[in-house]
């Protein structure tokens, strides 16, 4: 039986999940050669894989929860909330390093926002909200991702400086954020009695 680059690739996917050595910001070639040998070929499928993660954590970050931490923070129509892209980039690989080890892969995890206030204020961290990376999968993990805005200071001159030229303020989510993992089971170890 002939299968597709694409099904097989789907089917593995759901069988055999893979673990990902390593994190790359790359754009990958969709055309499969077809004079691929074995292990050539499950680098294609390893970075398949990787493209399709990278598409469903942008679909969560960008989407769900730039919108969510909106509206929970009560930004308005006169304030937008600003992730920039190295930042996005960053919480991107330690979702992927943090998740590949898991039963699921990163797809088996739920990605917990909390939004800290600036350093200079001492109230604690809002929670904007759970979003499952893959709403089919059973969550075998949390990640705790804690995100702040820059400096008020920088935050204060920029957004004076859009105001004068008629702009919308932005609220700019800094590159410095905390993640911490959190297991939802218990891993089976054999005790020697």
């Given at each position: 039986?002939?299968?597709?680059?694409?099904?097989?690739s789907k089917l593995f996917n759901e069988c055999y999940p893979m673990a990902?050595?390593?994190?790359?910001?790359?754009?990958?070639?969709?055309?499969?050669?077809?004079?691929?040998?074995?292990?050539?070929?499950?680098?294609?499928?390893?970075?398949?894989?990787?493209?399709?993660?990278?598409?469903?954590?942008?679909?969560?970050?960008?989407?769900?929860?730039?919108?969510?931490?909106?509206?929970?923070?009560?930004?308005?129509?006169?304030?937008?909330?600003?992730?920039?892209?190295?930042?996005?980039?960053?919480?991107?690989?330690?979702?992927?390093?943090?998740?590949?080890?898991?039963?699921?892969?990163?797809?088996?995890?739920?990605?917990?926002?909390?939004?800290?206030?600036?350093?200079?204020?001492?109230?604690?961290?809002?929670?904007?909200?759970?979003?499952?990376?893959?709403p089919t999968k059973v969550s075998t993990y949390e990640l705790h991702l804690?995100?702040?805005?820059?400096?008020?200071?920088?935050?204060?001159?920029?957004?004076?400086?859009?105001?004068?030229?008629?702009?919308?303020?932005?609220?700019?989510?800094?590159?410095?954020?905390?993640?911490?993992?959190k297991k939802l089971y218990r891993s089976s170890t054999s005790s020697g009695?």
């Open positions: 039986m002939i299968f597709k680059p694409s099904s097989v990902i050595g390593e994190y790359q910001n790359n754009t990958y070639d969709d055309a499969l050669p077809t004079d691929l040998g074995i292990d050539n070929a499950f680098q294609h499928l390893e970075k398949e894989r990787l493209a399709v993660l990278l598409q469903i954590l942008t679909r969560t970050l960008k989407k769900q929860v730039l919108y969510r931490c909106s509206k929970v923070l009560e930004l308005g129509p006169l304030v937008s909330l600003d992730l920039p892209t190295s930042t996005l980039d960053n919480i991107f690989t330690q979702i992927i390093l943090l998740g590949e080890r898991e039963p699921y892969g990163v797809r088996g995890g739920t990605l917990v926002v909390m939004f800290s206030p600036p350093p200079t204020k001492t109230s604690s961290p809002i929670k904007i909200g759970r979003f499952p990376l893959d804690t995100i702040q805005s820059t400096s008020p200071v920088k935050l204060k001159c920029a957004n004076l400086w859009r105001r004068l030229q008629g702009k919308q303020e932005k609220l700019v989510v800094d590159d410095k954020f905390s993640m911490v993992k009695h």
